[in-house]
């Protein structure tokens, strides 16, 4: 089974994403997978000095004003630039750091998506998501499904998902999230949210697909070999220094 790995970055985050793809191509071990990477123009002049190994391929695209709707968007095309049967969607933030392959990732052959009451969650994660996925979704985000890193999905559901969206508001799936809002990561809380890419994905699967995907309440696990970092805010030189050794003892 085909597995590829996409990503969705900014110029902002060039030096994370350095660090993910470098990791990545350590420690990533499952055969025939690529890494496939959609970046913005004004990334050009920042990567061009990479020498990096490895199955990568660089996707160029043009960011909406919002551009923070604008990468969740992509995020939910993911399958227009590849032929996968499965895809695990990584951030430039998070961080492969130890060996890994596709079986690690899988309950009894199917992908897992893990959810947290909304009691038990984060109060901001209800106030920011809720209300936009239960509109283009026509359904109530009746949990938070967005708490499991990495995601993975069957290929299908990307676009299964697409047509709810499209069905439940009577509009293109680009006219339903599109926006021309400019993204303040200080005013995160203000901003207009249209829709998220990972609670529509997983609230799809787990309704409409429940025998394809394993769904359970979140189990913590700390033999993870995925770190999750925050990208706003944890870059330091203490951690560039902890990833550059890492990446020196193999």
């Given at each position: 089974m ?15 994403l ?53 990468q ?10 590849t ?61 938070d ?46 901003h ?7 609670e ?48 020196q003892?193999q």
């Open positions: 085909l597995c590829d790995i996409m990503i969705v970055s900014h110029k902002r985050d060039l030096v994370w350095y660090y993910c793809l470098r990791l990545l191509l350590m420690n990533w071990k499952e055969p025939g997978s690529r890494i496939i990477v959609r970046l913005e123009d004004d990334c050009r002049e920042g990567i061009k000095n990479w020498d990096l190994p490895g199955p990568i391929y660089y996707y160029w695209v043009h960011p909406w004003p919002d551009g923070y709707m604008f969740m968007y992509q995020k939910c095309i993911s399958d227009d630039f032929h996968a049967e499965m895809m695990m969607m990584v951030d430039s933030d998070l961080m492969l750091i130890a060996p890994a392959k596709l079986e690690d990732f899988l309950q009894d052959g199917k992908p897992i998506i893990e959810t947290l009451e909304w009691h038990q969650s984060s109060p901001v994660a209800q106030q920011v998501w809720r209300r936009p996925v239960s509109r283009v979704m026509g359904m109530d985000l009746d949990k499904y967005m708490v499991r890193a990495p995601n993975l999905y069957w290929r299908e559901t990307f676009s299964k998902t697409r047509q709810r969206i499209v069905q439940a508001t009577g509009r293109s799936f680009y006219d339903a999230v599109y926006s021309r809002e400019h993204f303040n990561p200080a005013r995160f809380l203000q207009p949210v249209t829709f998220a890419d990972f529509c994905l997983n609230l799809y699967a787990a309704t409409f697909e429940p025998d394809r995907y394993v769904v359970r309440p979140q189990q913590l696990n700390p033999n993870n070999p995925f770190r999750l970092f925050w990208s706003h805010g944890d870059w330091s030189a203490s951690l560039q220094a902890e990833l550059d050794a890492k990446l003892a």
